[in-house]
Each structure stands twice: as structure tokens, then as C-alpha cells.
């Protein structure tokens, strides 16, 4: 069992930045893909960003792109989400998951464990 700890979630206004964390358990934090989705009230949960084991690659939504930027930090068991140029459209509970196969997925059913999601809201 991976346990995930979310954090940096809070409101905003447009165009403001915001930097949300999740920190994992286990000693073999290395050994998973990392991922970040979120959803918004009465919609279903959709693929933001996710990044493979050792960081060297990682994928987008388009609706993100050249906005969000996902990181990881292997030594402190951390998966980091930058988010810049923030939108109203963003707002959501954002989640981070854990996928203990290969490919850096886009599909939620993938991914094994997830975190409780921290609310993220975009003001204009």
C-alpha cells in the first residue's frame, strides 16, 4: 500500500501561480509513475500531467501545456505540480496518483493509489 499526502491547494486569482506537492510513503518511491488529475463539481476526473520514474519523461493535457509544469524529487519521495497562468477554467480538486507500471499513462484506471485531493480555486 502507497500512502499519498497532498498539499498547496488554496485560492487564487487569474494569472497567479500556485505550486501543489504530494508526498508519498514507501521506499520505492522511485519504482512508480507519478501522475496528476483533477476534477471539477459535476465533471468527471481528467489527466493533467504525469512523469516517469526517474523524471526523464513526462506528459500533458493540452489544456496545460506551456502552463504546468510536473516535477518529481526522488530523495524526498515528492511529485510536484507548478502551475502558472492560472484560469478560472482550473479550478478543481487536483489529485496525485501512483502507477506501478511502465508507461507514463494518461488514463486514470491505470494508476493503483491516489491521494485525497487538494481544492485549487481560480478567481477573476
Known amino acids: 500500500q502507497v500512502q499519498l499526502v497532498e498539499s498547496g491547494g488554496g485560492l487564487v486569482q487569474a494569472g497567479d501561480s500556485l505550486r501543489l506537492s504530494c508526498a508519498a510513503s514507501?521506499?520505492?518511491?522511485?519504482?512508480?509513475?507519478m501522475g496528476w488529475f483533477r476534477q471539477a463539481p459535476g465533471k468527471e476526473r481528467e489527466f493533467v500531467a504525469a512523469?516517469?520514474?526517474?523524471?526523464?519523461?513526462?506528459n500533458y493535457a493540452d489544456s496545460v501545456k506551456g502552463r504546468f509544469t510536473i516535477s518529481r524529487d526522488n530523495a524526498k519521495n515528492t511529485v510536484y505540480l507548478q502551475m502558472n497562468s492560472l484560469k478560472p477554467e482550473d479550478t478543481a480538486v487536483y489529485y496525485c496518483?501512483?502507477?506501478?507500471?511502465?508507461?507514463?499513462?494518461?488514463?486514470?484506471?491505470?494508476?493503483?493509489?491516489w491521494g485525497q485531493g487538494t481544492q485549487v480555486t481560480v478567481s477573476s
Open positions: 496518483a501512483v502507477d506501478r507500471g511502465l508507461v507514463v499513462s494518461s488514463r486514470a484506471r491505470e494508476y493503483d493509489y
Open positions: 512523469i516517469s520514474r526517474s523524471g526523464g519523461s513526462t
Open positions: 514507501g521506499r520505492t518511491f522511485s519504482s512508480y509513475v
